[in-house]
């Protein structure tokens, strides 16, 4: 068995395995491109596993973001379509190339890595913990708030192009589990056939993607509007585009507005998806919750040399010992001292420990990026702490309060 990055004479067979793993998911740019890829990544890298043969096993491919972690931007390798070959399935084809790309990263000094799993399982038990979350709201047009002036938005043309990507980079610089990657996030906003953008003195406050998506009816007069990105710096701005979708009472069955904010429903005079999905036979529905990117830690040394914030200052200096299992990475699999003083948190050696906090390497991950607070671990018995009364300086040393945000499928 030979691991190593997938050449250009293997693209057939890539493509294959590709198509065979995502049968439906698969975008046909992917394939258009894949050849080309192979001569010159922009998306990423291919790492395939090969037989004596020759033949390509499986593969993934190895993507290099910039992730804001906490409002620190640091490298995150991202794991995207990790194929097997359909007649090599269960064979730990994918269980090694995970594990070959999770010690290339960390010894390249990246320190976090995320995926959007297909099997969140299957993940789990390789370390990776729950990272963002999203909601997918359906209103009708009827019942979305109108404020009474959507004067500044209008279709983005190609001049626009690099403003809207400032936009976008700014927002992922002071958004909490926000991306950047230079060739998906043109492809992410442009590749949709609508992109509305918002000026107000001049100034891109704001943008949106959307496209048309059929609905079973028996005339094509109606369609639902699927609006899979929305950004926005103000309320003002929230305000216009709002005021966009209420305007379409008579053309749009539904709204499908994709958000991370929980609070979005209160722009809606009535949430109800129209799903007719009822709990207790009359609480209706009013948005799917969805499971974004996992998040698995790398490197907790390396983590931890670059993340020396507290959320807030703590209420007395103490030293941690954090006791962390990880099956996959052995550098991980120990205890690491931390001295957390003020506001700050550093690595240290030799120093006796006040509290002992013990979890595994996928919820430390999710502790880390806001995904779940020490206090849901403690108490869903995924964690154990010494002393629980460091459980609130713990949290604010190591924790984050703000789930982290991210609209970028990878």
Known sequence: MEIRFVLPSEAAQLARNVVSSFPSKTPAALLQNMEGELYRPDEGRYLGCFDDDGTLLGSILMMDFTLNVRGVMMPMGAAAYVSTHFLHKKERVACTLLKVLMRYYAKLGTPIGCLHPFNPAFYHSMGYGYGNESYLYQPKPCYIRSFGDKSGL?????????????????????????????????????????????????????????????????????????VPEMVYEDLDTLRQFMTFFASQVDQIERVRIFSADPALPLLFT?????????????????????????????????????????????????????????????????????????????????????????LDIAHLSSLVMGACSLEELLRMGQAALSDNSYA???????????????????
């Open 154 to 226: 209008s279709y983005a043309n190609p001049d626009d192009k690099q403003e809207i990507l400032q936009f976008y980079r700014a927002y992922a610089g002071r958004t909490h589990g926000a991306t950047v990657h230079h060739y998906m996030d043109p492809h992410r906003i442009f590749d949709m056939p609508y992109v509305v953008v918002c000026r107000r003195e001049g100034r891109i406050t704001g943008y949106f993607t959307f496209d048309f998506v059929d609905v079973d009816h028996y005339t094509d007069m109606y369609h639902d509007l699927f």
């Open 270 to 358: 009535n949430p109800d998806t129209g799903e007719n999905r009822a709990h207790d036979g009359c609480i209706q529905e009013v948005a799917r919750r969805t499971m974004g990117y996992m998040v698995r830690l790398f490197d907790v040394a390396g983590y931890f040399r670059a993340q020396t914030r507290c959320e807030a200052p703590v209420s007395r200096d103490f030293v941690l010992a954090l006791q962390v299992a990880d099956s996959f990475l052995p550098d991980n699999n120990g205890t690491f001292l931390l001295r957390v003083s003020g506001d700050t948190v550093t690595l240290t050696e030799g120093a006796g420990p006040d509290a002992v906090l013990s």
């Open 392 to 410: 609130g300086d713990i949290q604010r040393a190591i924790g984050w309060s703000r789930k982290p945000v991210n609209i970028t499928y990878f």
